[in-house]
């Protein structure tokens, strides 16, 4: 059996897998199920079904790709999770893919498919089901015009403003939060998109792999990039309840 890449992602509003054949880009399998709930119960499961099909086997993969946000806290940490588990039962790299990146892909390869070119400027808004957006500008080859950062609307619009000034051709906005308000009435071009495509994010991933072996350098880690802390706050005492405190932590009479 051909080496091949497990591609995981959890990041946004769906549970997508992938397994695609490192030597050719072909991707074997994949499902994707948009899933506002119960991810946690339906990853694992998606995961062997996925393989079953592909008739991939934990021997056969060289390596395990997960997306590591922005997006939602609790499905980075789901997809990374499972990715280094595996990763640790397999001995195989686990490597990470930003949102941002996969976002792109997903654009480039719907670009391609109806024969149109790179916009030289792409505005990548992803969704924080808060009242801001996570946001990063990219040029047509994917490489970042800023950090990624979590902006206000107006924030944006002002952001959206100054690219369209300073950067040549049409201003393409992508991304799950691409509809935003507050940038109509701009000159740009709006291409809306759900969460990452699967079988552009597998052959994302095998371009990593292999610019990754090519250049003799490590994989990209597969470390969380959240922007913003989680809603949830450590409680006073650190969660430990009253009676199992220390007696350091036990407060004065």
């Known amino acids: 059996m051909m080496g091949a890449v497990l591609v995981l992602d959890c990041s946004a509003a769906a549970v997508s897998v992938g397994i695609v054949a490192l030597e050719t880009g072909v991707l074997l399998n994949a499902d994707s199920r948009l899933m506002p709930r119960g991810q946690v119960e339906a990853l694992l ?8 099909a592909a008739g991939v086997a934990y021997p056969d993969l060289l390596a395990i790709a997960a997306t590591v946000g922005p997006g939602s806290f609790t499905g980075i940490r789901l997809g990374l999770a499972a990715a280094r588990g595996i990763g640790l039962a397999t001995g195989r790299p686990v490597f990470g893919i930003g949102s941002f990146a996969a976002t792109f892909a997903t654009l480039a390869a719907e670009l391609a498919l109806n024969g149109a070119p790179l916009p030289e400027t792409v505005l990548i808004l992803l969704e924080t089901k808060r009242q801001d957006v996570f946001v990063q ?67 994302y991933a095998c371009t990593v ?45």
């Not at 499961?45 to 079953?52: S, T």
């Not at 090519?214 to 989680?230: C, D």
């Open 209 to 253: 792999w292999a610019v990754a072996q090519a250049a003799g350098g490590g994989l990209p880690p597969a470390s969380p990039l959240y922007l913003r802390p989680p809603d949830a706050a450590i409680p006073k005492g650190g969660g430990i309840l009253a009676h199992l405190r220390p007696s350091s932590c036990q407060p004065a009479l």
């Open 45 to 52: 499961p998606i995961i062997a079904a996925v393989q079953r």
């Open 137 to 203: 500008a990219v040029d047509a080859a994917g490489g970042a015009l800023m950090e990624p950062q979590v902006l206000a609307p107006d924030a944006v619009r002002a952001l959206a403003e100054r690219l369209l000034i300073e950067r040549p051709g049409l201003l393409h906005v992508t991304g799950d939060a691409a509809g935003l308000p507050a940038l109509d009435g701009l000159a740009l071009e709006r291409v809306p998109s759900g969460p990452p495509a699967i079988a552009a994010l597998a052959r």
